[in-house]
């Protein structure tokens, strides 16, 4: 509080008393204020104060869909009193998406954005999917296999995914272009999510995902940087953030083993193995500054197999993580 002293020196006894009186007043209401904006941060929830880029934290709901599958009322629930407040979709656990959407209400979370599917030509079930949801984003998250058929396991075995050509990166991106403009006219915006087999070669050096970001419209089609996938294949997140700042508005946050090389292989043997937040090798600080700086609106934890702990306690291991960023 401001001291008595400073207030200038009056001509009278009586107006000095007065001045006084008044300063006196206004410091008491100043400090009542003061006090009452303590209090109430001291009891925000922690996911207000205490977040890599002062957002909400959020959490892919892939990274609990066994826990949604048993219960998922209740796993919305515990997610919320975990600390999370946003969540992103991927599947609905076997229910529509309206009525998975009461159940996310009912938990006080947020869903903000939705992993949906797209087909080639019609998408109005995956922006009727979004809105019931009550998304602002609509996310493709396996668009490469819209291009080029998802293989079959063989005798059991992990399917083999051929590298992804040049030419399925143009048909990508025009693919791309066609959803984002659509996505705007249903009132919607249209997100393409990476994983690492983006990252193959290109004849010129380049990378496939660089096409991608190149052959698009800026305006609608932006993207959400899984800086897990980049990073497990050899690319960074800082780059991408500081190079194509307003194009990302989510990011996913995860952790992978400790790994002998960079890989795009996404299944099958010499696929990165997950991890609890902090327990692998991939360092954020320097990443979440740069998403901040590139616009990120929203960021979601998320996890890859295999899990040390239940789906759940995983989750609340990334929680406290993420919110060990003050």
């Known amino acids: 509080a401001a001291s008595l002293a400073a207030v200038k020196p009056i001509q009278t006894e009586g107006t000095e008393r007065m001045n006084v009186m008044m300063t006196r007043r206004k410091l008491l209401k100043l400090s009542a204020k003061l006090g009452a904006a303590a209090t109430a941060a001291s009891l925000a929830p922690r996911s207000l104060w205490a977040s890599p880029m002062g957002l909400p934290i959020g959490i892919q709901l892939y990274a609990v869909k066994g826990a949604l599958q048993k219960d998922p009322a209740g796993t919305l629930k515990r997610l919320y009193a975990i600390g999370y407040r946003e969540v992103e979709t991927a599947g609905y656990a076997g229910m529509t ?37 009550g998304a602002q984003y609509a996310v493709s998250s396996a668009l490469a296999f819209t291009i080029i058929p998802f293989p079959a396991p063989v005798h059991g075995k992990p399917p ?48 496939g995902y660089d096409l991608l970001l190149k052959q698009t419209d800026p305006d609608t089609v932006k993207f959400e940087g899984d800086c897990g996938w980049m990073v497990a294949a050899g690319a960074s997140p800082v780059h991408y953030f500081e190079s194509y700042p307003g194009r990302y508005r989510m990011m996913h946050v995860k952790d992978f083993a400790t790994m002998a090389h960079p890989t795009t292989v996404l299944i099958g043997p010499g696929h990165p193995e997950g991890r609890e ?28 197999a295999p899990f040390a702990h239940s789906e759940l306690e995983s989750a609340k291991i990334d929680y406290d993580y993420l919110a060990s960023f003050s």
Do not use: W
């Not at 959407?101 to 009727?128: E, N, W, Y």
């Not at 984002?180 to 380049?206: C, I, Q, W």
């Not at 990443?287 to 609106?297: C, E, N, R, S, T």
């Open 160 to 207: 083999q995914i051929p590298s992804l050509t040049e030419d399925d990166f143009k048909r990508m991106a025009d693919l791309m272009n066609r959803i984002g403009k659509a996505a705007r006219a249903a009132g919607l915006t249209y997100a393409y999510h990476n994983h690492n087999l983006e990252f193959v070669r290109m004849p010129d050096g380049s990378y």
């Open 97 to 133: 998406a309206a009525a998975f959407s009461k159940l996310i209400h009912d938990a006080k979370l947020h869903c903000p954005s939705a992993h949906v599917q797209f087909g080639k030509t019609d998408f109005s079930k995956a922006f009727a999917d979004a809105h019931a949801l």
């Open 277 to 304: 937040l902090g327990h692998g090798f991939i360092k954020y600080g320097p990443i979440f500054k740069a998403a901040k700086a590139a616009g990120v609106q929203h960021a979601f934890a998320e996890q890859e």
